[in-house]
C-alpha cells in the first residue's frame, strides 16, 4: 500500500496558507478606534495621509524619471501603491492585495517597458518603503498564519521576478532586502499583537477571578447566615412549637381559652418554621436569582485550559477516559472550581510558568493534581501585596469541605507550587448531613 498521508500534509498546509490569504479577518475596527483620547483614535488615519502625501509624487518621479515608465502610467502605478494605505487602517489584508499586486505589476513593466536609468529591481524603492508600511497594519490585524503566507508570497514572487529579469540591464536585486525587511515588520508587529492579546486575556481573568472571589464571599456569608438561622432561630421556634402544643397535656386544669391560646401560639411557630425552611433554602442556593443554567464540570476543564494558555500560561492537562461522564454533578463543579482557581493563582503569581493539570480516579475518589514549576525568569506578582488576599485557597478548602474531602497546598522545592485535592466520588451520605466528616465545623484537608 503506498502512504498518501505524507504528500497530502504538504497540500493541506498550502491550502490553509491560500484560506489565510483570501479569509481576512472578521474584525474591520480601525486601529486604535478603542483607545480613550480621541488624538489617539484619529493618529492611523493622519500617518496614513503623511505615507501617502510623501511617496505617491517621490513614487511618480521615481517611475518617470529613473526607470523610463509614461508619466501617465507612473502616476496610476503610484496612486495604486500608495492609496490603499488609508484602507489598511481597518481592512489590511484587502490593501495588500491591491498594493502587492501593483508592485508586481510595476516590476514587470520596469522590466519590459521601462528605459531609465534606475538600477535597483524587482522591487522600487519607493513601492518598498509603501509595501513596509503596510505590513505594520497587516501584522497589528491578522493571525500569525496569514502573516506567514504573505512573507511566503513576497519571497516567492521575487524570486520569480529574479528569475524572469535574469540578464537584464538591472545591476542591484533587492530581492533579499525586501524578504529580510518584510519578515522582520511582520515579526516585531506579529509580537507586538500577541502581547497585547495576552495582557487583555491576563485582564479578563483577573476580573473573573475578582469576581468569583466576590461572588464565593458572598455565598459564604449566606451560608453563615443560614447556619445561625438553623442554630439558633429554628431551634428556639422548634422548642416553642412544642412546649406550647404540649402545654395542655403536662398542666392540669388549663382553662379552654388557654389552651386554645397555646394551640395558636404552636400553629404560629410551625408556620414560622415552615417560612424559615423556605428562607434557608433561599439562602443555601447558589444561584439567588433562580437560574438553571448547568454548571461546569470536568468536561469544561479543557476550554478553562486553553484560556489561560492565551493568557501566557502553558498549561497541559491530562484526564482519564471516561471520567467526565461518571463524576457526580457536585464533585465535578468542586473539581473545575478547584483547577479554576489553581490556574488564576499561577497566572497572578507566576505567570508564564508550566503548569500540568491532571485528574484520576483511584478506586471511590478522584484525585485533582495541579502543579506548576517555577517560572522562566524573575517575576513580579500581580497581587497589591506580598501575601495577596489568601481567598484563593480558602475556596479551595470551603470547596473541598462541601463533599467531604481533603486538601493539600504547598510549594515544592524546585521553586513550583502544588495543588493536591482527593475528593470522594460518593457524596450522597455527607450532602445534607450537618454532622458529617465533610460538613464545614469538621474539615479534613492537609496544608504543606
Do not use: C
Not at 384 to 403: D, F, H, I, K, P
Not at 415 to 427: I, S, Y
Request: glycine share 10%; hydrophobic share 45%; charged share 20%.
Amino acid at each position: 500500500m503506498i502512504d498518501s498521508s505524507a504528500g497530502s500534509r504538504p497540500t493541506g498546509t498550502a491550502r490553509a496558507l491560500l484560506n489565510a490569504l483570501v479569509r481576512p479577518s472578521a474584525d474591520h475596527t480601525p486601529l486604535l478606534a478603542q483607545a480613550s483620547r480621541p488624538w489617539a483614535r484619529h493618529l492611523p488615519y493622519v500617518l496614513a495621509v503623511a505615507a501617502i502625501a510623501s511617496l505617491l509624487p517621490s513614487g511618480i518621479n521615481v517611475l518617470a524619471n529613473d526607470y523610463g515608465l509614461n508619466g501617465g502610467l507612473a502616476g496610476a502605478l503610484a496612486v495604486a501603491q500608495t492609496a490603499p494605505l488609508l484602507l489598511a487602517v481597518s481592512r489590511p489584508l484587502a490593501a495588500w492585495w491591491m498594493i502587492g499586486g501593483t508592485d508586481l505589476l510595476a516590476a514587470l513593466l520596469v522590466l519590459t517597458t521601462g528605459s531609465g536609468t534606475g538600477s535597483l529591481w524587482p522591487w522600487i524603492p519607493t513601492s518598498l518603503i509603501g509595501y513596509l508600511i503596510l505590513m505594520l497594519p497587516l501584522s497589528l490585524r491578522e493571525p500569525r498564519r496569514t502573516l506567514v503566507a504573505v512573507w511566503l508570497v513576497t519571497a516567492a514572487a521575487g524570486g520569480a521576478l529574479t528569475i524572469a529579469g535574469a540578464g537584464s540591464r538591472f545591476t542591484g536585486n533587492n530581492v533579499l532586502l525586501a524578504i529580510a525587511l518584510t519578515g522582520a515588520v511582520l515579526l516585531l508587529g506579529g509580537a507586538l499583537r500577541e502581547r497585547a492579546e495576552a495582557r487583555r486575556l491576563l485582564t479578563e481573568q483577573e476580573h473573573i477571578s475578582e469576581a468569583e472571589r466576590e461572588r464565593r464571599t458572598l455565598l459564604e456569608e449566606r451560608a453563615r447566615i443560614a447556619r445561625e438561622l438553623h442554630d439558633v432561630v429554628a431551634h428556639h421556634m422548634s422548642v416553642i412549637a412544642v412546649q406550647a402544643a404540649s402545654a395542655p397535656y403536662r398542666i392540669s386544669d388549663v382553662p379552654a381559652e388557654a389552651a386554645e391560646e397555646f394551640g395558636a401560639i404552636a400553629g404560629t411557630a410551625r408556620e414560622s418554621l415552615a417560612e424559615m425552611r423556605r428562607l434557608l433554602g433561599v439562602l443555601r442556593s447558589e444561584d439567588s436569582g433562580g437560574e438553571r443554567a448547568p454548571q461546569p464540570g470536568v468536561g469544561q476543564l479543557a476550554q478553562l485550559v486553553e484560556t489561560v494558555g492565551r493568557a501566557g500560561v502553558p498549561a497541559e492537562l491530562t484526564v482519564d477516559a471516561g471520567l467526565a461522564e461518571t463524576v457526580p454533578q457536585a464533585v465535578g463543579l468542586s473539581a473545575y472550581r478547584i483547577v479554576q482557581e489553581a490556574l488564576a493563582n499561577v497566572v497572578r503569581h507566576a505567570p508564564g510558568a508550566r503548569t500540568w493539570v491532571s485528574l484520576s480516579s483511584d478506586g471511590p475518589e478522584l484525585l485533582v493534581t495541579v502543579v506548576n514549576a517555577p517560572p522562566a525568569e524573575r517575576t513580579e506578582s500581580l497581587e497589591a501585596s506580598a501575601e495577596g488576599t489568601g481567598q484563593g485557597l480558602v475556596g479551595m478548602r470551603e470547596r473541598v469541605r462541601l463533599v467531604d474531602g481533603r486538601l493539600d497546598t504547598g510549594p515544592l522545592p524546585d521553586g513550583g507550587f502544588k495543588v493536591a485535592a482527593v475528593l470522594p466520588l460518593d457524596t450522597s451520605d455527607t450532602a445534607d448531613s450537618p454532622d458529617a466528616p465533610g460538613s464545614p465545623d469538621t474539615p479534613r484537608e492537609t496544608t504543606a
